[in-house]
Structure formats: structure tokens, C-alpha cells
């Protein structure tokens, strides 16, 4: 399975064309699937692209929900709301649609931000604004998250 963990400045253009990085590319060379979902954050109005092997094992698990539950078909309708299958062209771009680029308010600069199995598609300023902290709010993140996994992080 691939592993996004880079942090990458590009532009798009009014069409919703986004210029992949090179490193990003050179990532997905090794990488034999090169189709992709894109759908809208749950938490952000950001996008989240996921590679189709890691999107249906996410499905995989959604649909083990029973359906005849009203909220289980409402977490699933809103789940996949506006959701793309996209490829990369030959010119390394990914389209992304008119009504995804709105939801996440993208113009020109955006960052795409690494999240392990997936990446984000962010407008620049809405990710700064997302990632500022001080350290002692992050201290304490750090600790209610990691702290409890006995993990070693050299730190």
C-alpha cells in the first residue's frame, strides 16, 4: 500500500486542472492502480483523494452497515456526496470538479497535505489556518492521542 506523508504548495487553474508535484508523481510511478476518488472532508472543507485500492477497502467496510437503519443510508448519502472517480492525465493533472472545487473554496494556491493512506486537497490559507498551533496545544494533543499507544517515537 502507498503512503502519503509529504506536504506539497501547487495551483490550479479555473477549470480545476491541479498539477500534481514531480515527487508526488514519482510516488505513484511504483504505485499500479492510478485511479483515484476524490470526495469531500468530513471534518474540513477540504478534499480527500484516495487511491481505489485504499477507497474499497473503506467501502468495504461502509458497506457492512445495515441500510434498513435511516441513519446508517443518511451517513452513506453524505459519506459520498460529490464524490469523483478521477485518473491522472499525461500532462501529471487531476480534474476536480466545479462543485468540489467550490466546497473547498479553491482558487489558486492549495497545499496537498499527506494523511497516510490518502492526501488533502487544501485552498493555502485554510490549511495555515487549519495546521497553527502553539506547542503547548500541540504538547497536549500529542499526549491524548499518542499517549496511551506505548509508543516510541524517539521524541
Request: proline share 1%.
Amino acid at each position: 500500500m502507498i503512503s502519503f506523508y509529504e506536504t506539497y504548495e501547487c495551483k490550479i487553474d479555473d477549470k480545476g486542472r491541479l498539477k500534481l508535484p514531480s515527487s508526488l508523481i514519482k510516488l505513484l510511478e511504483n504505485h499500479t492502480d492510478k485511479d483515484f476518488v476524490v470526495k469531500r472532508a468530513v471534518f474540513q472543507n477540504c478534499l480527500e483523494v484516495y487511491p481505489m485500492e485504499t477507497w474499497n477497502e473503506r467501502m468495504a467496510t461502509i458497506s457492512k452497515l445495515n441500510r434498513f437503519v435511516k441513519k446508517n443510508l443518511d451517513f452513506i448519502r453524505k459519506y459520498t456526496t460529490g464524490l469523483r472517480n478521477i485518473e491522472i492525465d499525461k500532462a501529471e493533472r487531476i480534474l476536480i470538479s466545479k462543485d468540489l472545487k467550490t466546497f473547498a473554496n479553491l482558487e489558486k494556491e492549495v497545499v496537498i497535505a499527506g494523511m497516510i493512506d490518502y492526501f488533502e486537497i487544501w485552498e493555502k490559507n485554510a490549511y495555515e489556518e487549519n495546521i497553527k498551533t502553539d506547542e503547548d496545544d500541540f504538547a497536549k494533543l500529542t499526549e491524548e492521542v499518542m499517549g496511551n499507544l506505548g509508543v516510541d517515537l524517539g521524541e
